[in-house]
């Protein structure tokens, strides 16, 4: 299973740390992404870390402000969010891939089958 946390209310500007934790599969030989989807509006992917993380994607949107990490030892999968706008304002959620050993990961999310429940971030101010 895949569990969410770190998710909260911050003003604009400020800064999130979101984790993934996994378990149940072997965190490295997947991949993993966050996606986002914010009231009235469809799930976006925003980042993801290919398997034994070897490359990293992320949504033009949060370039330069989001930088996704993976901790193997801690089965832990990172968001760190800084600069935050009201637009980043979502549910976000972790989720692992489909297919393992992939070196390029992809934010698309009909290629990923377990899912997190999602942590509310809100930034407003």
């Known amino acids: 299973q895949l569990v969410e946390s770190g998710g909260g209310l911050v003003q604009p500007g400020g800064s999130l740390r979101l984790s993934c934790a996994a378990s149940?599969?072997?965190?490295?030989?997947?991949?993993i992404a966050w996606f986002r989807q914010a009231p009235g509006k469809e799930l976006v992917g925003v980042s993801c870390?290919?398997?034994?993380?070897?490359?990293?994607g992320y949504a033009d949107s949060v370039k330069g402000r989001f930088t996704i990490s993976r901790d193997i030892a801690e089965s832990t999968v990172y968001l760190q969010m800084n600069n935050l706008k009201p637009e980043d304002t979502a549910v976000y959620s972790c989720?692992?891939?489909?297919?393992?050993?992939?070196?390029?990961?992809?934010?698309?999310?009909?290629?990923?089958?377990?899912w997190g429940q999602g942590t509310q971030v809100t930034v407003t101010g």
């Open positions: 149940g599969f072997t965190l490295d030989y997947f991949d």
């Open positions: 989720a692992k891939s489909k297919r393992s050993f992939q070196e390029i990961c992809s934010m698309n999310s009909a290629g990923y089958d377990l």
């Open positions: 870390s290919s398997s034994r993380g070897t490359s990293a």
